[in-house]
């Protein structure tokens, strides 16, 4: 009996790297390979809706990235110009595509600013099967811009982004310096940051930092594994440090995937000029949809104080 004890827990022993090497994969690969949501008829239809609507045209625009992927996406024109040259890049979600940000083309296209929506490296129709939430894709962005610029006229470049979007936006401000202005609705301060809320179940980071904390080691460790980054390289409270450019962010008081205090980091690292909105009642990159009146007001206020100057 004690020698079958001796056995057992040998083969206890032996399997636990083995199970912690397989979670830790696991872990990784959700996070690097996000569902793929594809681009379909009836999105496709969305956007025509919103050219009808606003008067604005629509070309398709492919950009090859600097490790060779393609990355697809669109070019909207708006119809009457007001803001003349100024464009926009906005920045979908994780598992989303370039339709995530219709409602704010739309309200951007309305208001005569021309905007760029691509579909993320490893999203929807573009290239490339791990998403880095910024490490890649803030490079990605320098590619989209000197494809714009070379057959644009561009006045002003701005970026506009939700969720990872809002992360990769103002990542990419901080490489890109031809971006003016970047407005930011629940980026997560950090990745490691952001995996604590995550581990916690979206209940506390807390208990993310303390019960589910060796959940958080395994997956940041096999995401830097793999993906061939150290976590701390992605990080927008970073990057507004490093560059004195404009933000705006916006939080809701009701987000449990990315709560206000990643806002709130961000905010107070900021180097440049900067304002933060907490929406009441609004939940993950819900502002639009909670407070829509408010939203366009503090959006096209912010974009245009760029424009003329006053920020």
Not at 157 to 167: E, Q, W
């Amino acid at each position: 009996m004690r020698r079958e004890l001796k056995i057992g827990a040998l083969l206890f022993a032996s399997l636990v790297p083995v199970a912690a090497a397989a979670a830790e994969a696991l872990l990784a690969s959700g996070i690097l390979h996000p569902m793929r949501k594809p681009l379909t008829d009836a999105q496709v239809k969305q956007s025509d809706d919103v050219l009808a609507r606003t008067g604005a045209t629509r070309e398709d625009f492919t950009v090859t990235a600097p490790d060779g992927i393609k990355l697809a996406g669109w070019k909207f024109r708006a119809k009457q110009p007001a803001a003349a040259g100024d464009w926009v890049l906005v920045y979908h979600g994780v598992s989303d595509n370039r339709i995530g940000m219709i409602g704010q083309t739309e309200l951007l296209l309305r208001h005569g600013y021309n905007v760029v929506a691509m579909d993320a490296r490893a999203h929807g129709a573009s290239e490339g099967d791990m998403a880095t939430y910024g490490w890649l894709e803030r490079h990605d962005t320098r590619a989209v811009a000197d494809a714009l610029f070379a057959s644009e006229k561009v006045h002003h470049l701005f970026a506009l982004g939700s969720s990872m979007g809002a992360a990769l936006a103002l990542q990419s401000a901080e490489v890109e310096p031809r971006i003016a202005g970047a407005v930011a609705e629940a980026a997560f301060a950090n990745l490691r940051e952001v995996s604590y809320d995550y581990a916690g179940l979206r209940i506390s980071h807390y208990l993310g930092r303390t019960v589910g904390r060796p959940a958080t080691w395994m997956a940041i460790g096999g995401v830097e594994k793999e993906g061939g980054f150290k976590a701390e390289g992605v990080s927008p409270e970073k990057a507004v440090a490093a560059r004195n450019f404009p933000v705006f962010l916006i939080c809701g008081d009701k987000d449990r995937n990315i709560p206000c205090r990643h806002s709130q980091r961000i905010y107070e690292a900021a180097a440049g000029p900067k304002a933060i909105w907490t929406v009441a009642g609004a939940g993950h990159t819900a502002a639009l949809g909670q407070a829509p009146a408010d939203y366009e007001r503090r959006v096209i206020q912010f974009l245009s104080d760029i424009h003329n100057g006053r920020l």
